[in-house]
């Protein structure tokens, strides 16, 4: 065969249309997946996280609906001075971009105050070391209420007029009364005088009249 016969191929017009047909279908090919990939992934879909802290769970989950995204609640701790079940803190954050459908997972303020154990305080404390356990509990502490005992003693812990068992729970941040002594002593129980006479000497009982015999 020669060369000229080898390369002939060239002129021949169906081999030229098979080549180029080759190259549509691979293009074709090749943007059907990408496309499809773009499909899947919803790429140029993005939608940025909107700020949603404060908001009560219904709001939020409506505006992120709203989005394209859905929220739901993952956890909860408490703020004392937020309302209850409002949004603390979010996961995308504010202003992230996301792809529609993305889940935005929940911090919620809790929606009962927590309870807390009180310090064991009582009838083992002085009054300063009493209110500095209180409070680095979290506790507020009303006026004390004082008794008749050792000076600056604490003698009971008070939660709504109410002594505290040890070990008993209230809830958090709650105002607490502390029971001391005042420096006075306890009155004592005082013995009515009651008059009675010494018995030593008393009468044992009127003579008896005795008649005299007369010897005369």
């Known amino acids: 065969?020669?060369?000229?016969e080898f390369f002939s191929f060239r002129q021949n017009r169906f081999f030229w249309l098979n080549i180029l047909a080759?190259?549509?279908?691979?293009v074709a090919v090749v943007y059907g997946v990408l496309k499809g990939l773009d499909v899947y992934t919803r790429h140029g879909q993005a939608v940025t996280v909107p700020d949603i802290k404060g908001m009560s769970v219904a709001q939020a989950q409506q505006l992120l609906l709203n989005r394209g995204l859905s929220g739901v609640v993952s956890d909860s701790t408490y703020v004392k001075k937020l309302p209850a079940g409002s949004i603390l803190d979010h996961n995308p954050s504010a202003g992230q971009r996301v792809k529609q459908g993305r889940i935005v997972y929940l911090t919620i303020n809790t929606l009962s105050?927590?309870?807390?154990n009180v310090p064991d305080v009582?009838?083992?404390?002085?009054?300063?070391?009493?209110?500095?356990?209180?409070?680095a509990a979290g506790f507020r502490l009303d006026s004390i209420r004082k008794i008749p005992g050792e000076i600056d003693w604490v003698y009971c812990v008070e939660y709504k007029g109410r002594p505290l068992a040890i070990g008993e729970q209230v809830p958090v941040g709650s105002m607490l009364r502390l029971v001391v002594g005042?420096?006075?002593r306890e009155p004592e129980l005082e013995t009515d005088s009651l008059g009675l006479e010494d018995t030593a000497g008393a009468e044992t009982g009127a003579p008896a009249d005795e008649d005299e015999e007369s010897w005369f």
Do not use: F, H, Y
């Open 122 to 135: 009582a009838d083992n404390s002085s009054l300063r070391q009493a209110e500095a356990r209180l409070l």
């Open 113 to 116: 105050v927590p309870l807390c």
């Open 1 to 4: 065969m020669t060369i000229k």
């Open 22 to 26: 080759m190259i549509i279908v691979l």
């Open 182 to 184: 005042n420096g006075e």
